[in-house]
């Protein structure tokens, strides 16, 4: 019950530091630069679902197995040194094509590769480190991130001309921090302690991980390829609008996914799938209440946290909250497809999503009918697509054992 209530109250901390966060960039930054923004995150998020996410997946399912082999997880620290040395070398590659190319892009490019490694390591020591029970300083850790990126851009803007790359600088800084705080704990919990004679094979990774990556390519360009597309052709500035307000829908529902996944999450490894129906129960009542209050609240709330420019298009952020929400449950059924061992499946799931994306957007551009307020209509139905094609596959698999 402690754990549930400090994880709540620290949850509500990091929403207000992600609020306040918005409230700077939309007021520092023009919804151009903004657009400009998101593209740049969206092409850093390439190497995260390319590699970054299906090997964290792969590292989540061995993990209590390989820490109950060698007494630690020493091997899948040293995995990940390899796997580190390997992207810093392919990166140091683009950066170079990039600065003989488009010099003035080389810089960008070296904060957005950068920034896909920085987001990928947090983000596996905090899996690691909660999936193992240590939430306390999980949830501290996302504090520490909500907190120094704030503070850091609101005091580089006092001496630097405020732009893109000082809110990517910021963020990136608040990475390493929360990172090395993470690095910190686990060490103290003896996490990497061991042996390192698990053996893990390039080939067992690529086996479990390349319907993950496939399925998280597939997601990116669904929920994001808008930004690849939309940015070029012109619409920037729109696409800086969308973006934000769709942030802060994302944040709240966000913020309340991550309390529920992070103390329910663990149940689903625990139970071998068993506890995915109660799961999903509850994650239906938590979608249904954030839906509810930002129907109600959304518009006082980006009064507050953005300008006059935003506040127009304030509807928006509904397709932050009613989009994003998909994950709440997406996220559990694609762990007990993983205890099955039935991962390929999740390439159907993704292509579905994809395709029905790519039709929808197709429709918008040949009827004339891409606008800001249209932007969200293929992300919003494609992902929920998707999300009721793989319900039907778990609720076929519920009556089997999970060995």
């Not at 992600?18 to 007021?27: E, G, V």
């Not at 954030?290 to 518009?299: D, I, P, Q, T």
């Not at 497809?337 to 390439?347: A, E, S």
């Not at 606008?371 to 494609?382: A, K």
Request: charged share 10%; proline share 2%; with cysteine.
């Amino acid at each position: 019950m402690k754990d549930i209530a400090f994880s709540s109250l620290a949850r509500v901390f990091v929403v207000v530091f992600q609020l306040i966060n918005i409230k700077l960039y939309t007021n520092y930054l023009d919804a151009e630069e903004l657009g400009i923004y998101f593209f740049l995150l969206t092409a850093s998020y390439s190497a995260n679902a390319l590699l970054f996410i299906p090997v964290d997946y792969f590292q989540q399912s061995i993990l209590v197995k390989v820490k109950s082999a060698t007494g630690g997880a020493r091997a899948i620290l040293n995995f990940n040194g390899r796997l580190a040395a390997l992207y810093g070398g392919f990166s140091l590659l683009i950066v170079a094509i990039c600065a003989i190319v488009t010099p003035h892009f080389a810089y960008y490019a070296l904060l957005a590769t950068l920034l896909a490694f920085a987001i990928y390591a947090v983000q596996a020591l905090r899996s690691t480190l909660n999936n193992l029970e240590h939430r306390s300083c999980v949830t501290v850790s996302f504090i520490q991130e909500a907190f120094i990126k704030v503070l850091l851009f609101f005091a580089l803007v006092q001496f630097f001309k405020a732009d893109l790359a000082l809110l990517v600088l910021s963020w990136l800084i608040a990475l390493l921090v929360s990172g090395t705080y993470l690095m910190f704990k686990a060490k103290a919990y003896q996490i990497f302690a061991g042996s390192d004679t698990y053996p893990i094979h390039a080939k067992e990774v690529y086996t479990f991980s390349y319907p993950f990556s496939i399925g998280a390519v597939c997601n990116w360009l669904q929920l994001q390829g808008y930004r690849l597309i939309l940015v070029p052709m012109g619409f920037a500035e729109e696409v800086g609008v969308f973006a934000t307000l769709s942030s802060i829908g994302s944040a709240a529902i966000g913020a309340v996914s991550l309390i529920y996944s992070q103390q329910f999450i663990p149940l689903i490894y625990k139970t071998a799938g068993q506890y995915t129906a109660k799961y999903l129960k509850g994650a239906m009542l938590v979608i249904f209440g954030v839906a509810v209050a930002c129907l109600v609240l959304g518009e006082f709330m980006v009064t507050v946290l953005t300008n006059p420019n935003f506040v127009q298009h304030w509807e928006l952020l509904m397709y932050g909250v009613i989009t994003d929400s998909a994950y709440l449950i997406g996220g559990a059924m694609v762990i007990h497809l993983t205890l099955l061992g039935n991962t390929k499946r999740l390439i159907q799931y993704a292509w579905v999503g994809l395709a029905s994306m790519t039709l929808c957007f197709g429709l918008l551009y040949w009827t004339d009918t891409v606008s800001i307020g249209t932007f969200g209509v293929p992300l919003l139905v494609s992902q929920w697509l998707g999300l009721l094609y793989m319900y039907t596959d778990y609720k076929k698999l519920v009556p089997k054992s999970i060995s």
